[in-house]
């Protein structure tokens, strides 16, 4: 009779497992006719500038006083303030500058490899002024979620001085196809965990930086990671699987609000089925 019921358990488990797009048939559409690297501001209301010292890198919205980046972020930071900057059609436009009164960084970053569960959450001093330009929080793609191979993600950074004087400082978009995990396996090794995926990019389409997102469907399911600025081939970039990390952002969102915004604390708001209160 055990043995009867853990099957049934395992069997709901595994059919609340789900995957994007809902049709397994997936069209490779990869082509160097993308659209063009530069991305309109309006199509990304969620990016962020993240700036500490001299460096700089990219960061999604997700929620009014919550930013989500890689981990690898933060691997030159040697104290100094942060800051993020909202709502910028480029890095040297003006936008909403919020500093950054307190980060997390995944606690068992680099537990497996160089990368490894690399992501971290930033907590802003103030409320974002939704009402300030186009401002908008990024959807967070559920937990227990995977992208078919070739599944097409537009994945957004900020051009570097390495680009051309047309993409310096400005929002970037680049087009790139989910891959299969054992091609991505047998060329970056044990970079590969459960906590990440792999894309292929057109090297045309290069990024500058790391912690943008990548979309689908409007939905973050993604953070550039490493490799999106490779000249390397083939040309593989990894993310951050955000639906692996989807209850570690959800705690922490919780726990952060509680800290810092005058939140009522009642089980409607944190429990862990209930949605992230708003502040």
């Not at 069997?11 to 048939?25: A, G, K, T």
């Not at 006083?65 to 436009?93: D, L, R």
């Not at 919780?254 to 209930?274: A, D, F, G």
Request: some cysteine.
């Amino acid at each position: 009779m055990f043995l009867i019921l853990y099957f049934l358990f395992i069997i709901r488990q595994v059919s609340s497992y789900r995957y994007l797009p809902d049709s397994e048939h997936i069209p490779y559409s990869y082509s160097t006719l993308e659209r063009d690297l530069l991305a309109n501001a309006t199509e990304i209301p969620h990016h962020v500038l993240i700036v500490y010292g001299t460096w700089y890198c990219s960061g999604s919205l997700t929620a009014s006083k919550i930013v989500v980046t890689a981990a690898s972020c933060f691997i030159h930071y040697n104290g100094e303030a942060i800051a993020v900057k909202i709502g910028a059609e480029s890095i040297t436009a003006t936008g909403q500058v919020i500093s950054v009164v307190e980060y997390k960084i995944h606690e068992y970053f680099q537990h497996h490899s160089k990368i490894d569960n690399d992501i971290a959450l930033m907590v802003l001093k103030e409320n974002v002024d939704f009402d300030d330009g186009d401002i908008e929080k990024v959807v967070i793609i559920q937990p227990d979620t995977a992208l078919h191979v070739n599944t097409l993600l537009h994945v957004y950074g900020w051009g570097g001085p390495e680009k051309a004087v047309k993409y310096q400082n400005m929002p970037l978009c680049s087009d790139m196809l989910v891959l299969d995990k054992t091609e991505c396996i047998s060329h970056y090794g044990q970079l590969i965990t459960s906590s990440n995926f792999c894309v292929r990019f057109n090297p045309q389409r290069k990024l500058s930086d790391n912690g943008g997102s990548a979309i689908y469907n409007r939905t973050l399911v993604g953070i550039l990671s490493a490799g999106g600025n490779s000249n390397e081939s083939p040309h593989f970039a990894i993310l951050t699987n955000v639906s692996y990390f989807h209850r570690w952002i959800k705690l922490n969102t919780e726990m952060y609000l509680r800290k810092y915004c005058s939140v009522p604390i009642s089980k409607e708001y944190y429990h862990m089925s209930s949605e992230i209160p708003e502040t």
